[in-house]
């Protein structure tokens, strides 16, 4: 008896809807990415075996070399913002509207507060590390120590948007992760330099901050 023949069906697939979706996707994301701007200050970070990373979100690095410049980093844009706002206050400058929110987009600055307009108002080719003269640090708590100032205005600022965002959702405001401060440092970079951070985060009882380094190899 003969074997009954069975109709192969045809497995070819039609893509062409998945290649429209994998079209507009692409699309998307070209449109909607931003590329990750150059640190204005590029040291050379001293190596260790320690693999530990730092949080994703809600940092703060304060950044030194070249002799003691300093430049600092905001991870979070609406601490970016809020801390800015505070500064002025603080410092009695005012900012445009256009202004904070060119602030809001910088990753980091080394300037300080009575130059930050003309920095602000420079195009971006013009903001380099090299053009920047650092944020004043000195050994005092007064005004005149602006990384102490940047410092304190920026813990203030998460904190409040943290317990506001836990209180909109439902959640326990003071159930939050405070900022977490690094500091990057040259290998290069001389003690002194070194030391006045330290104990401007001292001063204010940030005693709990990290050291970036680079990784060791065996």
């Not at 000195?138 to 005149?144: F, Q």
Request: proline share 3%.
């Amino acid at each position: 008896m003969g074997k009954a023949k069975v109709k192969r069906a045809s497995t070819s697939i039609d893509m062409t809807a998945m290649c429209d979706v994998s079209f507009l996707l692409l699309t998307f994301f070209v449109l909607t990415a931003t590329a990750r701007q150059q640190e204005s200050l590029i040291v050379d970070a001293p190596a260790s075996y320690s693999q530990s990373k730092l949080p994703d979100g809600n940092v703060a690095m304060i950044t030194v070399g070249n002799e003691g410049k300093v430049f600092f980093h905001l991870s979070d844009q609406n601490v970016r913002l809020q801390t800015l706002q505070q500064m002025a206050t603080l410092y009695g400058v005012e900012f445009t509207p256009e202004e904070y929110a060119k602030f809001k987009s910088i990753e980091d600055f080394g300037v300080s507060m009575k130059t930050m307009k003309t920095f602000l108002a420079a195009d971006a080719a013009e903001r380099t590390g090299e053009r920047q003269n650092g944020i004043p640090v000195d050994s005092t708590m007064n005004a005149s120590n602006e990384l102490f100032s940047w410092v304190k205005q920026a813990r203030l600022a998460s904190a409040k948007i943290l317990r506001d965002r836990a209180i909109e959702i439902g959640g326990d405001p003071d159930d939050i992760e405070l900022l977490t401060v690094a500091i990057k440092a040259d290998a290069g970079e001389k003690f002194p330099s070194l030391n006045l951070i330290i104990e401007t985060l001292r001063n204010q009882k940030q005693n709990k901050f990290s050291f970036v380094t680079g990784l060791k190899a065996d």
